[in-house]
């Protein structure tokens, strides 16, 4: 039997998994992430020193947030500045002697549901990952597809509200569509009542409140026209929605309403078949088996 080591470095947490080679999780835990990418790889040696003492690893995978090049070189870390401009893969192996697959986070869940989850069985999907932004990733004929300069899936880029003064960043895909900007910050800027999450304004919509209706409305209108979009471009089989909101069935019904509602508008595509989406099966869990898939992919 071979084992394998999962780690998800997130913005919050690393993430930590012992598996199997059918992707079984025998054992998991998290520690608190560092701001310092010193602290991040020190942490991580000792994740892997508990493991080797009472098993034969064959290799680690890891999830990190960021462009990543696949010989492991990070052109961008995400909010690790210091992961900027280095060869992570190369750094972790020569630290803990053992073989390293590195692999951006968004693109980690997808190889999770290719290879466990919603997508197995899938020769084509996209994942869209719903958060604080929008990630995501491409599945093209059973393989992660990421374009010429390793930035394919990066959904949050995608223009999807009118742009004013110039300013293409507001008309974004992630800050229009996700939790965290397209609801929590738009609910914010226009009330005094701060502190919220995205949960809680997305269930205060549900009671009725005014601005809470409105600042949901638009995240729907905007993921919505984000994903038509992806889903004609790409033409999938499905498109996997993952992240926290993914786990409400009401968030999936209404999501796909929207979808076909632009379908519906469009006088010329009353043939045309789109892509449905569906939640992920893999949420917390997503990265440390998708980065152990990575890894047994050699």
């Not at 990630?135 to 059973?142: E, H, L």
Request: charged share 25%; hydrophobic share 40%.
């Amino acid at each position: 039997m071979d084992y394998y080591i999962g780690i998800d470095i997130g913005g919050t947490n690393i993430k930590y998994g012992l598996l199997d080679e059918q992707g079984t999780i025998l054992n998991k835990g998290r520690v608190k992430t560092s701001e310092e990418g010193e602290d991040i790889i020190a942490n991580i040696q000792t994740i892997v020193k508990k493991y080797v003492a009472d098993y034969e690893i064959t290799a680690v995978g890891v999830s990190a947030p960021g462009s990543i090049r696949d010989d492991g070189y990070m052109i961008t870390g995400g909010a690790i500045k210091d992961f900027y401009g280095i060869n992570l893969k190369e750094l972790l192996e020569e630290k803990i002697g053992l073989p390293v697959a590195l692999e951006n986070d968004a693109n980690c869940a997808a190889l999770a549901e290719l290879w466990l989850g919603s997508g197995k069985g899938k020769k084509h999907f996209l994942f869209a990952g719903i958060g604080t932004a929008v990630g995501g990733a491409i599945v093209i004929n059973g393989q992660l597809f990421k374009g010429a300069n390793f930035n394919a899936g990066e959904f949050g880029y995608l223009i999807v509200d009118s742009i004013n003064n110039g300013n293409t960043r507001l008309s974004t895909l992630s800050l229009n569509g996700s939790v965290g900007h397209g609801i929590v910050d738009k609910y914010e800027a226009s009330n005094d009542k701060k502190g919220l999450s995205g949960e809680e304004i997305y269930t205060l919509s549900k009671t009725g409140e005014e601005l809470a209706v409105k600042v949901v409305d638009d995240f729907y209108h905007a993921l919505a026209k984000g994903i038509f979009n992806l889903a004609l471009a790409f033409d999938p089989e499905i498109v996997l929605i993952g992240g926290a909101i993914s786990e409400d069935e009401d968030f999936i019904i209404r999501l796909q309403k929207e979808i076909d509602d632009l379908q519906k508008g469009h006088r010329d595509m009353g043939a045309v078949k789109v892509a449905k989406v569906k939640p992920c099966h893999f949420l917390n869990d997503a990265g440390i088996v998708g980065a152990v898939y990575r890894a047994m992919e050699g």
